[in-house]
C-alpha cells in the first residue's frame, strides 16, 4: 500500500515493552494479555478501537454500492430472459419441427392405412382367400377323421379338371372303401341327370367304382349293397358288400356338395388344410382391416400399436 | 490517555442477535432500495452463515450483498484512510464497483473473500497514489486552497475511538501499520498477509510485533503524560 518500504527508526528494542507471541496475537484478536506492561493495554484498546462501531462517514457509499449491485445484477437477470427467450425460442421451434414432422409421418401412415382400408375390397382377395381358408381349414380340420373329404377332394379336381394329374392317376378313390357310398351316391345322380356323360374314360372315380364293381354294369348292383357309412358293424367288418346300408344321415348332408360351385375355393382349403401354420397370420390380416372401414380413426391405433 | 478515554465503554463483545435480522430465503426483488440498518457494527455478521448469505448475493439478493457490504466497508474505508491525502471513500466505492464485477466468480471462505476485497482495496489505493504522483504539482495559493478544502480523513476530534486509532496507527512505519491493519481490520492469519504483501511470513509476524510493541510503548508515554 505504501510507495516505499523505508521504515525510520522508531525505538530500540530495549526500550519497548516485551510481548511473547501469545500475547501479540491476543493482542490482535483484540484481547487484554495478562501480566503485561502498562502500554500494554492501552494496546489492546487500541486494537479494539480499529473494530468499533461504524461511523456515519464509513457508510456513505452505500447507496451508491447497493446502485452498483443492482444495475449489475438486473442486468444479468434482465439478459438471462432474453437469452432464455432466444434459447426457449429456438428449442421452441425444434420442437415445433420436430412435432409437425410427426404429426405429418403419422398422418402419412394414417392415410396409407386409410387409403387401404378403403381400398379394401379390391385388395381383399389378398386376404379373403386366407380368411376363407382359415374357414374351410377349419371345417376340414373338423371333418379330417373321415375319408369323405378325400372323396370330395377327388369329385373337385374331378370335376374342374384341375386337380394335380400325379393325384388323380395314381390314386383316386377307393371305390371299395369308405368312399364308395358317396362315389355310389354320385353316381346315381349322374345316372339319374345327366345320362352316361360322365363314365370310366372321363373320371378315375368311377372308372375305381366300375372296377371295385367289376364292370360299368354292375355298378348299380354293387351300390345297392353298399352299406351306409353310419353303420358302425359295417364299418367294423371294413366290406362293403356284405350289409346294406342302414342309416345314411351322415353323409346323404354331404351327397350334394360335389356339385357346390365353390371350384376357386377349394384349392385354397386343400392348400391351406396342409399349412395349419397359415391359421394365425390369417386371424389378424382378415380382421385388420374391418374395422378401419367402420372407424376411419383406427388407423392411428394400428399405426401406434 | 485520549486514546484510553474513547475507548473505553466499547463493547467488543456485541451480540449478532441485536444486529438487524436478514431474511434466510431470497425474497422477490423489491422496488426499492434496501435501506441501511441502524447501528451497523463492523464485527463481521456474515461469520456464522457466511456461505449462504454469499451464495444469495452471488444469486442477486440484495439483502445479502448489503449484510456484506456492511459487514465489510467500515474495515475498508479504516484501512484506506490510514495514509494521509486518500480519499478512502472514493476509493472503497471504486473496489466494491470491481467486486460487483467479480462476485459471481468468487469462490472460498469468509477469510479468502476478506481477502480478495482488501486486495482489490490495495490495488485500487495504489493506482490512486500513481494517479496522484503523476499529478502536476502545484504550488501557489491554489495549491494551498485545494488542500484547506480537503476534508482530513482522519478525525481527531475525540469523538471517533477509530479514527484516533487510525491516526496513532499511521505513525508507525509502513509495513508495521499495514502489517498490523490486514490482520486487525481484515481479519487475515499470517500467511496471507505475506502473500498480499509480497513478503515473507516471518518478516510479517516481525512487523505485527514490533508495531504492538511500539504503540504498547507510545501510548504509555502518551498515558503518563496526558
New interface residues.
Partial sequence: MTSNDFEPPVADDADLPHLSDGQVEALLRGHRPADTAPGTDRAADLVHALTGPAVASELTGYRAAMTTYTDAFSMRTSSRPRRLLLLSSLLGARTLAGVAGSALALGAVGAVVLTTSALGPSHAPEALPLATGSTTTTAASTHAPDDADQSDDADESEKDGTGSGSATAAVGPDAKGPAAFGLCNAWAHHQAEAGTTATADTSVAFRNLAEAAGGEGKIAGYCANVPHPGNAAAKARGSHGSTPGSGGKGKSTKAPKPAKPTKPTKPHSSSHSASPSARPTARPRTSAPTPSLTTPSRPAVTVTS | MI??R???G?N?NVSLSALPEFPRTAEP?AKT??T?PA?????PVAREDFAEVLARAQA?D?AA??RL??DL???L??YLR??PGRQA?DL??ET??SV??G??RFRGDETAWHAWVFTTA?RR??DD?RRR?RRPQTSGPDALDHLAARPDPR?SDGT???????R??ST?????A?V??L???AELPVDTVAAMLGRSPGAV?VA???G????????????VTH
Fill in positions: 486514546i484510553v474513547f475507548v473505553r466499547v467488543r426483488r432500495r434496501p441501511l447501528s451497523p457494527h463492523t464485527r442477486g440484495e450483498f448489503s457490504w456492511i466497508n467500515p474495515r474505508v479504516r490510514m495514509e471513500e472503497a466505492a466494491w464497483v460487483v464485477k462476485l459471481k490495495r489505493a495504489l497514489a504522483a478525525p471517533d475511538g477509530a479514527a484516533e486509532a487510525l496513532l496507527l508507525l512505519p509502513p509495513l508495521q499495514e498490523l491493519a490482520r486487525v481490520l509476524r505485527a510485533h514490533r504492538l510493541r511500539t504503540l504498547a510503548a507510545r501510548l504509555s508515554r502518551e498515558g
